[in-house]
Structures are given as structure tokens and as C-alpha cells.
């Protein structure tokens, strides 16, 4: 992991009730660059309660891969990240939104939200593909 950033913080209420379940939405995409052997996992969190959003996080972690690793993913015209290599990367994404939350969370009554263990091997469900240009 060589960048993260926070695409998105919104605390939209701190009014937690205190029945109920806190629901979770999660999302992830991934996306490459050629130039720079860099692989993006972009996850995204929502929690709300009753339907009502409480909070929103989206970050994007960034991977560079060493040369040799990078051009073992060339299958013929294109680059192939197999899905166990992206639920591993997507992990590591998942424990950096992890310490995000904490910290931005710190001191406000949203602070008892947790991540709980994800199986993102279950939203990952198939190998991502990009063409390459040659």
C-alpha cells in the first residue's frame, strides 16, 4: 500500500437510537494504472438506522505492484487481477476504513459504529480485467 485517501466523510446524523439494528451497506470497484503498476480498491460505507443515514466513508487504497509481479497478470492483450488477489487487497482496505472510522468518529456519539468482519472474498466475484493498450 503506497497511498490512501478519504474520498468522502459525512457524519448526516449522531442521533443514535437506542433499539434497533445499525445497518451497513458496503461497496467495492477496483481500477489500474499501466504507467504506474498501481492497483485502486475504492471502498464504500454507509450505516444508517431506521432508514436514516448516519454516516457515510469512502476511500480508495493504493497498491503498487513490483515489475515482475505486474507483468505475471499479462494473459495476451490483457491484465488479469485474480479475484483471491483483489479479496486481499480489499482486506487490508477494509482495516485502514476500519482505523478512519475510529478516529473520525472520535469524541461523538457515532464512535460505538464498527466495522464488523467482512467476507469480502463474497463480494468479489469474479477477476478484473483491464485491455492493454499496446
Known sequence: MN???IEQFAILSTEL???GPINLESNVKFSASIETRNVAVRM???????????LVLELVCYF???EASWKSLYKGGEII?????LAHMAVHTVG?????LFCKTENTP???LILPPLNVADMITEDFVIKKDN
Do not use: V, W
Open 64 to 66: 503498487e505492484l513490483e
Open 17 to 19: 437510537q437506542n433499539s
Open 44 to 54: 464504500r460505507f454507509t450505516f444508517s438506522q431506521s432508514n436514516s443515514p448516519l
Open 3 to 5: 497511498k490512501i485517501t
Open 81 to 85: 487481477f485474480p479475484k483471491d488477489f
Open 110 to 112: 457515532l464512535n460505538s
Open 96 to 100: 485502514t476504513a476500519r482505523g478512519i
